[in-house]
């Protein structure tokens, strides 16, 4: 089981960025995913999660409104669509793996923690 996330990078304040998760080993249809991140001197917390059957989805409060996580099966990819960055937003991002037909609020139950992307917000 491995999960890679691709389309960290640097940019610039207000700037966005689009990550995507691509797993091996498994089909996202069947779990719940999430996104978590990790900034200089903290400690790692939730940023999204996605359901396993009906979509729905969750956020953290600093990311409401900023963040879109979305999943398309047929590719088997699952996407963070992130816009108005701010500096705060610096962080080490993963893709994780939740429960088997997990809810959106499920990913705290970590099954399986992909490697992490930089994203490094800059002027």
């Known amino acids: 089981v491995q999960l890679q996330a691709f389309g960290g990078g640097l940019v610039q304040p207000g700037g966005s960025l689009t990550f995507s998760c691509v797993p091996s080993?498994?089909?996202?249809?069947?779990?719940?995913i999430g996104w978590f991140r990790q900034a200089p001197g903290k400690e790692r917390e939730g940023v999204s999660c996605?359901?396993?059957?009906?979509?729905?989805?969750d956020y953290a409060d600093s990311v409401k409104g900023r963040f879109t996580i979305s999943r398309d099966n047929a590719k088997n990819t699952i996407y963070l669509q992130m816009n108005s960055l701010k500096p705060e937003h610096t962080a080490v991002y993963y893709c994780?793996?939740?429960?088997?037909?997990?809810?959106?609020?499920?990913?705290?139950?970590?099954?399986?923690w992909g490697e992490g992307t930089q994203v490094t917000v800059s002027s």
């Open positions: 080993g498994f089909s996202l249809d069947y779990y719940a």
């Open positions: 996605i359901s396993s059957s009906d979509g729905r989805t």
């Open positions: 994780t793996k939740g429960p088997l037909y997990g809810r959106e609020r499920s990913c705290g139950l970590v099954h399986h």
